[in-house]
């Protein structure tokens, strides 16, 4: 079993619609988690981090948490062509092991068509 | 506030070469980590630093080694190039005081290609 996993892409939504991205992580000890957007041929770039059970809207965006569940989502509302990118779940372990090591999962390919 | 640099952002070398790659966060973060991403591997832990001492190491061989200065730089070496490091190598910068809860910003990252 990966360590996190997203749901398989690539995912086609219209524009204006709601997309949902899912990640899932084994170990129950992770204390925070990440939403990043890569586009094609560019870096990583933050766009939400949650670290309590439940909600967390910031504009367009909102981030969900369960950690009973071990998963955690990211919905774009409103979704627009210029959201079309690759989303990176990553995780942040717990205890002196975790300095500085995200766990990426593999990334879900959105593409918003007009 | 300026974001995490890296030189360079480019470099193509040979098989059996050694490559130095920087990294500069951004102003008081004092952890640094690196990253390599590749197609079939996706995004992976190579190590991070935080006040010049390494705190943390993921699988890779002894090859790739890194250090990290008095003023927060750092720097990564891979040392005898294969074909297979051919990357984009990011580094993230953080705060690095809450190891729970720390959050990293990335730089724009190096592409290296190996010949």
């Known amino acids: 079993q990966k360590e996190v996993e997203q749901n398989s892409g690539p995912l086609s939504v219209p524009e204006g619609a709601i997309a949902s991205l899912n990640c899932t992580y084994s170990d129950r000890g992770s204390q925070s988690f990440f939403w990043y957007r890569q586009y094609s041929g560019k870096s990583p770039e933050l766009i939400m981090f949650?670290?309590?059970?439940g909600d967390k809207e910031d504009g367009r965006f909102t981030a969900q948490l369960n950690k009973a569940s071990q998963y955690v989502s990211l919905l774009i509302r409103d979704s627009q062509p210029s959201d079309s990118a690759t989303y990176l779940c990553?995780?942040?372990?717990?205890?002196?092991?975790?300095?500085?090591?995200?766990?990426f999962g593999q990334g879900t390919i959105l593409t918003v068509h007009p | 506030k300026a974001g995490v640099t890296q030189t360079p952002r480019y470099l193509i070398k040979t098989r059996g070469q050694q490559v130095t790659l920087s990294c500069s966060p951004i102003s008081g973060h004092r952890s640094v980590s690196w990253y390599q991403q590749t197609p079939g591997q996706g995004l992976q832990f190579l190590f991070e630093y935080f006040s010049e001492t390494q705190r943390n190491k993921g699988n890779f061989p002894g090859r790739f080694s890194g250090r990290q200065f008095s003023n927060s730089r750092s720097e990564m070496n891979v040392s005898t190039l294969e074909l297979g490091d051919s990357a984009l190598y990011l580094c993230?910068?953080?705060?690095?005081?809450?190891?729970?809860?720390?959050?990293?910003?990335f730089g724009p990252g190096t592409r290296l290609t190996v010949l």
């Open positions: 949650i670290y309590s059970n």
């Open positions: 990553a995780v942040l372990g717990a205890g002196g092991t975790s300095y500085g090591k995200l766990t």
């Open positions: 993230a910068s953080s705060l690095g005081g809450d190891s729970s809860t720390d959050t990293q910003y």
